[in-house]
T-cell receptor, first 120, second 115 residues
Framework: NAGVTQTPKFRILKIGQSMTLQCAQD?????MYWYRQDPGMGLKLIYY???????DKGEVPNGYNVSRSTTEDFPLRLELAAPSQTSVYFC???????????????????FGDGTRLSIL | AQKITQTQPGMFVQEKEAVTLDCTYD???????LFWYKQPSSGEMIFLIY??????QNATEGRYSLNFQKARKSANLVISASQLGDSAMYFC????????????FGKGTRLSVIA
């Protein structure tokens, strides 16, 4: 079972370069997310998507772009890399489920193994 | 305002002992879910346990249990019979509102299990 696959695992960029972090899931999940994790910190949401063609900003979207043309793929693009974007990036997905009578979904987010990005 | 607070940056526990990792949360929404994840040194995020705000009983999953005190807005993770493989970062996370909104994470607690 592949689950959530992120590529590349490691990358070093120069300031001003651009790149795309790839994320693919094979669980037919509607919801997908991008987080960044800075050293010693928790995860902060960059962007998320509730389905193909629909994306929304998270807590820290500046400097990033996303697209969701298919259910499976959710790439994250850095247009002008800056040292502040040095981080570990995690993609995640989850199953969309409404709880009868309301209530927050109990479906966990499944994470990829992360992409470690350094910008010098 | 911080939604999830984990006040213990680091914890030590003796092998085979139980340990409690603290998590408090802040929300005005009556409907929410609380999750705990484990992140070993290899970096992946592993889902451990879930507690819903409407659940009447504390959640349990093997050696993991959640001490849910709704009035105090706390959702502490209890690991029983600690093993060396439990050494990792542990993150508490919350989902507000109905449906499937993104998780908000705390800063984590680093647990070290000593032989």
């Amino acid at each position: 079972n592949a689950g959530v696959t992120q590529t590349p695992k490691f990358r070093i960029l120069k300031i001003g370069q651009s790149m795309t972090l790839q994320c693919a899931q094979d669980m037919n999940h509607n919801y997908m997310y991008w987080y960044r994790q800075d050293p010693g910190m928790g995860l902060k949401l960059i962007y998320y998507s509730v389905g193909a063609g629909i994306t929304d900003k998270g807590e820290v979207p500046n400097g990033y772009n996303v697209s969701r043309s298919t259910t499976e793929d959710f790439p994250l693009r850095l247009e002008l890399a800056a040292p502040s974007q040095t981080s570990v990036y995690f993609c995640a997905s989850s199953y969309s489920m409404r709880i009868a009578g309301g209530g927050a979904s109990n479906q966990p987010q499944h994470f990829g193994d992360g992409t470690r990005l350094s910008i010098l | 305002a911080q939604k999830i607070t984990q006040t213990q940056p680091g914890m030590f526990v003796q092998e085979k002992e139980a340990v409690t990792l603290d998590c408090t949360y802040d929300t005005s929404d009556p409907s929410y879910g609380l999750f705990w994840y484990k992140q070993p040194s290899s970096g992946e995020m592993i889902f451990l346990i879930y507690q819903g705000s409407y659940d009447q009983q504390n959640a349990t999953e093997g050696r993991y249990s959640l001490n849910f005190q709704k009035a105090r807005k706390s959702a502490n993770l209890v690991i029983s019979a600690s093993q060396l493989g439990d050494s990792a970062m542990y993150f508490c996370a919350m989902r507000e509102d109905s449906g499937n909104t993104p998780l908000v994470f705390g800063k984590g607690t680093r647990l070290s299990v000593i032989a």
